[in-house]
């Protein structure tokens, strides 16, 4: 299985992770976040897919993001004893959600909950999948 790569393999956990993360939100966001009932198909493609979009931009766009923006991060997240960093985390989710139609926050305080909830479940999924390495050759 030579296509299983070990950054194929941190893709994949990070996709079931942010699976389970987006099942959670919808039980536990009920009101603050639309999204389709739960036993229709549909409901299971928006999660599929909001889970992946979750997924390849954590993994590939938000690490470009921090490194063109690291002096003013590092100031910022000083200033704000690392909450600027929840929030950066808050508007990936919104911004994941706005390309998955059928899911729709209704505002800050969902946004900011549905990430608190993927960051616990993403820490979980870190203790069981273990975290990103990069290959030394």
Request: overall charge positive; some cysteine; proline content about 3%.
């Amino acid at each position: 299985m030579e296509w299983l790569t070990r950054e194929v393999r941190f893709l994949l956990a990070r996709l079931v992770t942010n699976f389970f993360a987006v099942l959670a939100i919808t039980q536990l966001l009920d009101g603050g976040i639309g999204f389709p009932d739960r036993d229709t198909d549909s409901f299971w493609v928006a999660s599929l897919s909001l889970a992946a979009i979750l997924a390849g931009i954590n993994s590939y766009v938000r690490p470009v993001v921090q490194f063109i923006l690291k002096p003013v991060g590092c100031l910022l997240s000083l200033l704000t004893f690392g909450f600027s960093h929840f929030l950066v985390s808050a508007l990936v989710f919104w911004i994941a959600t706005l390309l998955v139609e059928d899911f729709v926050v209704s505002g800050v305080g969902p946004a900011l909950l549905g990430t608190l909830i993927i960051s616990l479940v993403g820490a979980f999924g870190s203790l069981v999948f273990g975290k990103r390495r990069t290959e030394r050759k």
